[in-house]
């Protein structure tokens, strides 16, 4: 919905405009909840993701970008979006307790207490990786002028010491814990450079952007090699969002929508 509001919108295309709206009111009538204790928020999709008995729904925090929240926001003012970026917030901060953010959360309300608390399913498993990267990714790429910015960096403070210690962030993270240190690929150090930059390590942040671009040259020798072709499309995807934001190829406003240096230029005409 973001994608093709935003294509339609640059590119002057009203007919991706009209889809991507047709799209946020079916998501805002199928995929939007209201969650007693917390309030409302987006789930991962329209079904397999709320019981009733008990009462539990489960989010994936790499799918909420505040950015979008944002975004969908001023698109509908009248919607639920701003307050679903304070839920939001809430999520991040009370799924990390050792500032590690997590694959998948849940989150239980005792009807009895009228009370809920967010807790680790087993059946998800307990470990932040190929998910939970992107939530730093994201954190980062976040306008440093929204309210909730601050909050949101505060709520991942775990990740810092680990990279500081290991050279890399770990590819697997027992959340519970905040321990690990399996070797990541190099989409992992694309996706926090902006994340460390946000949070004033500007020299941590062009160390990983650094092994990020060293790896991934290594990496398309091989793809282009006839003898051992290979193509890490997870890798190429996350250093595209990490790298360019990092190079400061695109960012995000304050309202959301994406920024394009050749798109702000305009020329006289003579």
Not at 73 to 89: C, D, E, R, V, Y
Request: glycine content about 8%; some cysteine; proline content about 6%.
């Amino acid at each position: 919905a973001y994608s093709l509001m935003e294509a339609g919108r640059i590119w002057n295309r009203n007919d991706y405009t009209a889809s991507g709206k047709a799209l946020l009111k079916t998501i805002e009538v199928k995929e939007v909840v209201d969650v007693p204790g917390l309030g409302p928020m987006l789930l991962p999709g329209e079904y397999g993701f709320v019981s009733n008995d008990p009462q539990i729904w489960e989010f994936n925090p790499s799918y909420v970008p505040l950015f979008h929240l944002r975004y969908m926001q001023s698109i509908n003012p009248s919607g639920q979006w701003a307050q679903m970026s304070l839920s939001t917030a809430r999520l991040m901060r009370e799924a990390s307790p050792k500032g590690i953010a997590p694959n998948w959360i849940a989150y239980r309300f005792n009807a009895y207490t009228k009370s809920g608390q967010f807790f680790i399913k087993t059946e998800r498993g307990d470990l932040g990786s190929y998910d939970a990267i992107r939530v730093y990714l994201w954190a980062g790429a976040t306008n440093i002028q929204d309210g909730l910015r601050k909050d949101l960096l505060n709520s991942l403070w775990g990740m810092e010491p680990l990279i500081k210690t290991l050279g890399y962030p770990p590819e697997e993270i027992i959340v519970t814990q905040g321990k690990g240190d399996r070797i990541s690929p190099y989409g992992f150090s694309a996706a926090v450079a902006p994340f460390l930059d946000a949070t004033g390590n500007a020299e941590l942040a062009q160390v990983q952007h650094a092994r990020a671009k060293a790896m991934q040259s290594e990496a398309l020798k091989k793809s282009n090699s006839k003898e051992s072709p290979v193509f890490f499309y997870y890798d190429n995807i996350l250093s595209l969002f990490g790298m360019g934001f990092f190079e400061k190829k695109y960012k995000f406003a304050k309202d959301g929508k994406l920024e394009l240096p050749w798109n702000q230029k305009s020329c006289e005409l003579r």
